[in-house]
């Protein structure tokens, strides 16, 4: 946490610079923070934040967008809906469990086929993150910028996320046939839980709250050891600032 909040302490010190115009002058430190190798530029240090939120969610998006990441993490792992759940156990003891294992599996698959069409949407996230967000992440709670992308980011990753899982579920025959004996079911959808009429919005959440998941398990790692998950620029600047 100690880089991170005097990361915190130079972001006024970078927006002086940014009102000064000089976009690329080496930030002027207080004394407290100066006297090591080579002081990174302004850019350098927002460049940073940047990109050490984009590693945590590069790389959690690569973890989850795998064939049986949902369904091997017990904490993601998405089942089925709880009414559907009652009438599995009855179809498993009347040994159709063949059919409840396909269909649980589709939701879990649709889940990790969405989730790479979070990178585009969480680029633009960050790169309209302004001085001001990234001094409140900084000096915020340990999912601070998790929940900055909740709020910002998270309305069009739903929107991205729920075609793609509707696509695969319609192409799993035993959720194909689910949807529709609940298009056929007409006025007596009323009576369904939200989860039971809308299987694929069902997914598309459960795919989201995993996804968040791991992005505030990168996001506390990050805070924790800034230094051991690096790149040449971050190893710069978090370098320079570990340990003062």
């Known amino acids: 946490m100690r880089v991170w909040r ?118 633009r996230a960050l790169k309209a993150m302004t001085l001001e967000d990234a001094m409140e992440i900084v000096r915020g709670p340990d999912d601070a910028a998790t929940t900055y992308f909740r709020q910002h980011a998270e309305g069009e990753l739903f929107d991205a996320f729920l075609p793609v899982v509707a696509r695969q579920t319609d192409s799993v025959g035993v959720t194909q046939a689910y949807k529709d004996m609940i298009d056929r079911t007409g006025m007596l959808k009323s009576v369904l839980s939200p989860e039971l009429q809308d299987l694929d919005g069902y997914v598309t959440q459960r795919a989201l709250d995993g996804l968040f998941l791991y992005i505030a398990e990168e996001e506390g790692r990050i805070r924790e050891q800034p230094v051991a998950r690096t790149t040449e620029l971050l190893r710069k600047v978090f370098g320079y600032y570990a340990g003062r």
């Open 6 to 123: 005097q990361l915190g302490m130079l972001v006024p010190g970078l927006l002086v610079v940014l009102l000064a115009g000089c976009v690329d002058m080496p930030v002027k430190l207080p004394d407290t923070l100066a006297g090591a190798s080579v002081q990174p530029t302004q850019q350098e240090v927002t460049d940073a934040l940047r990109e050490a939120l984009s590693q945590g969610i590069t790389r959690s998006i690569t973890q989850l967008g795998r064939d049986g990441a949902f369904s091997a993490d017990q904490r993601v792992r998405i089942p089925l809906p709880d009414e559907l759940s009652r009438v599995a156990s009855t179809l498993e003891q009347l040994g159709q469990e063949r059919y409840v294992r396909e269909f649980e599996q589709s939701l879990n698959r649709a889940a990790e086929e969405s989730v790479p069409y979070a990178t585009a949407i969480f680029a």
